[in-house]
């Protein structure tokens, strides 16, 4: 499909156990970013990717999370040590960046985890 | 990180009626965005508004940026069934690169 894609739909995990969550953004588009939506609430930012630059992991919550984003395209949020807290639903965009309307972030389904 | 003030954080209606929702803030934002979130699905654009003061409408639905661009405001008119689902705000701050902060939700519920 042409939309953002992501996998799991659905995790559930032990606490401690480590998580992969994997992203695959619209083709084309250079900035990818991750967002955490607990139960009821809005979405909180984790981390952005644009082309080569740096990361701004400026959201992530802890030194637990981590992301990377390989060939400019897949991007993977992996969770180490799961805690019950980090239960929520995974969310991920993609835009383009250096155009009108170059913040339209479109948005995956989304990845449900559920730690135990 | 910082939220937005977005309300009613639900509503009830009939279908046929009118709805709004609001955002505000206290910081100035450059951009507004209004999505639309169905169940088990992630949130799906609905307006873009990227100058204080313009209105913008997508079929039944008109967004505004405010003048003092700390707030805007989403109506849906005539209401039908299918506008069930939680919309939610976003904005983006000239001092925060490409980082939306996004409000909490309204839950929209409409009675046929």
């Known amino acids: 499909g042409a939309g953002v894609s992501q996998s799991p739909s659905n995790k559930v995990t032990e606490k401690g156990k480590d998580v992969e969550l994997r992203c695959d953004p619209i083709?084309?588009?250079?900035?990818l970013y991750w967002y955490r939506q607990s139960l009821g609430q809005g979405l909180e930012f984790l981390i952005y990717?644009?082309?080569?630059?740096?990361?701004?992991k400026s959201g992530l919550p802890s030194d637990r999370f981590s992301a990377e984003r390989t060939g400019g395209s897949v991007s993977t949020l992996t969770i180490q040590r799961t805690q019950q807290e980090d239960s929520a639903v995974y969310l991920c965009?993609?835009?383009?960046?250096?155009?009108?309307?170059?913040?339209?972030?479109?948005f995956g389904p989304g990845t449900r985890l559920t730690v135990l | 990180g910082q939220q937005l003030n977005q309300s009613p954080q639900s509503m009830f209606i009939q279908e046929g009626e009118d709805v709004s929702m609001n955002c505000t803030s206290s910081?100035?934002?450059?951009?507004w965005l209004w999505y639309k979130q169905d169940p088990g699905e992630g949130p799906v654009l609905l307006i873009a508004?990227?100058?204080?003061?313009e209105l913008t409408s997508n079929g039944r639905l008109t967004a505004q940026f405010g003048i003092t661009r700390k707030d805007s405001f989403l109506n849906i008119s005539a209401s039908i069934p299918s506008d069930v689902g939680i919309y939610f705000c976003?904005?983006?701050?000239?001092?925060?690169?490409?980082?939306?902060?996004f409000g909490e939700g309204t839950q929209l519920t409409v009675n046929p």
């Open positions: 965009a993609s835009s383009l960046v250096g155009t009108s309307g170059a913040y339209t972030q479109y």
């Open positions: 083709s084309g588009h250079t900035a």
């Open positions: 990717f644009q082309g080569n630059s740096a990361p701004d």
């Open positions: 910081s100035i934002f450059n951009t």
């Open positions: 508004l990227y100058k204080a003061g």
């Open positions: 976003a904005g983006l701050r000239e001092t925060s690169g490409s980082r939306l902060t």
